[in-house]
Every structure is written in C-alpha cells, then in structure tokens.
C-alpha cells in the first residue's frame, strides 16, 4: 500500500503542466487573412504572459507589411511559409517548411504569405499585437 502510494506521488502529473491532445480551432482574429482559424494552447495572447497559440492559415493568405512589440517565435507544423521584412512586400523573401523556426525580432516590419494552407504555432510574450505598417 505505501509502496503504491509512494508510486503514485512520483508519478502524478505535477501542478502547471500543460498537457494538450485535442486541438480546438476558433475563427481567427480581425487582424489576420479572412478564413484564419486559431488554437490557444497556453496562456492568454491578448493579456501580459506567456502564451502559445497555432493559427491555420488558407492557401494564397497574405500578411502585408506589419511588426509586433515582443518577438514572435514561429514553428511551421505544416504547410510553407514566406517571410520577408521591410515596409513593401517583395520578392526577396526566405521560405520556411514544416519543422522549420523563425524569430521575428521585436519591431521588426515584415511581411508573410502561404501558398498552401499552413499550420504554424507562435510562442511569445503578450499580450500579442499585429500592428500594420502605414
């Protein structure tokens, strides 16, 4: 009996964990391309905190020139990705794939679109922000 105690205790998920098998999916913020869908994993996005969130991006969706105040840590999950910077799209862009990672420097203006429908999952401080450049 103790020892099945003892097995328990050292065993039993600790208080904190995060433990996700079920991915919700939510239409996505204004802020991004119509059809988005999001998935929060952790923490809140909109408020100050850690927080992880997937977004399902359609096929031909487009981010024009925009920055974040806090950098944003990009896993591709699947799908492709075409990130470049500056205050005008371009061509000159680099594409990431599935188990490819960018960070996206604090303030940095870049810009991004997915040929194919796409599943990336952001990490970041919040409250998460997408401030279009004018």
């Known amino acids: 009996m103790l020892q099945s105690l003892i097995l328990a205790l050292l065993f039993a998920v600790p208080p904190g964990t995060i433990q996700v098998t079920k991915v919700t999916w939510s239409p996505g913020p204004p802020a991004l391309p119509k059809g988005t869908q999001i998935a929060v994993l952790e923490g809140d996005q909109t408020k100050a905190g850690m927080f992880t969130l997937r977004l399902k991006?359609?096929?031909?969706?487009?981010?024009p020139p925009h920055w974040h105040p806090r950098p944003e840590r990009v896993t591709v999950l699947s799908g492709e990705v075409r990130v470049g910077f500056g205050d005008k799209v371009s061509k000159d862009v680099t594409t990431f794939r599935a188990g490819s990672f960018y960070?996206?420097?604090?303030?940095?203006?870049?810009?991004v679109s997915f040929p194919q429908e796409t599943v990336i999952?952001?990490?970041?401080?919040?409250?998460?922000?997408?401030?279009?450049?004018?």
């Open 57 to 63: 991006l359609p096929r031909g969706a487009q981010l």
């Open 103 to 111: 960070v996206n420097p604090a303030l940095a203006h870049h810009f």
């Open 121 to 134: 999952q952001i990490t970041g401080e919040g409250p998460w922000e997408v401030h279009r450049v004018e």
